[in-house]
Nanobody, 124 residues
Framework: QVQLVESGGGLVHTGGSLRLSCAAS????????IGWFRQAPGKEREGVSCINPNDGSTYYADSVKGRFTISRDNGKSTVYLQMDSLEPEDTAVYYC?????????????????WGQGTLVTVSS
């Protein structure tokens, strides 16, 4: 059974940093892509960043390039999202999600199993 459990959200001031973690179980990160998505109040869900299963290539939304870094620890079955230089516009519930290929042009289009989400609030 695929399970994803996010942690690490919280309240931070503009310019601050947070690291989100996603503990994965029931599948292999060598086979499934995994990524972070977010949904702000009143907005649609958007892909933030993801990692492909085979070559570990990564994708980022333009809005977070240069500020966020995704990484994975296959031994711990955990994926991280390091978020630096946070802005109020980054405030959202962040979800971890996974899926097996194919899922679209990039792994930012994956839509398989989802975690429960963790809230990130950036105050100005």
């Amino acid at each position: 059974q695929v399970q994803l459990v996010e942690s690490g959200g919280g309240l931070v001031h503009t310019g601050g940093s947070l690291r989100l973690s996603c503990a994965a179980s029931g599948f292999s990160l060598d086979v499934y892509a995994i990524g972070w998505f977010r949904q702000a109040p009143g907005k649609e869900r958007e892909g933030v960043s993801c990692i492909n299963p085979n070559d570990g290539s990564t994708y980022y939304a333009d809005s977070v390039k240069g500020r966020f870094t995704i990484s994975r620890d296959n031994g711990k079955s955990t994926v991280y999202l390091q978020m630096d230089s946070l802005e109020p516009e980054d405030t959202a519930v962040y979800y971890c999600a996974t899926d097996a290929p194919p899922y679209g042009p990039t792994c930012l289009y994956l839509n398989g199993a989802w975690g429960q989400g963790t809230l990130v609030t950036v105050s100005s």
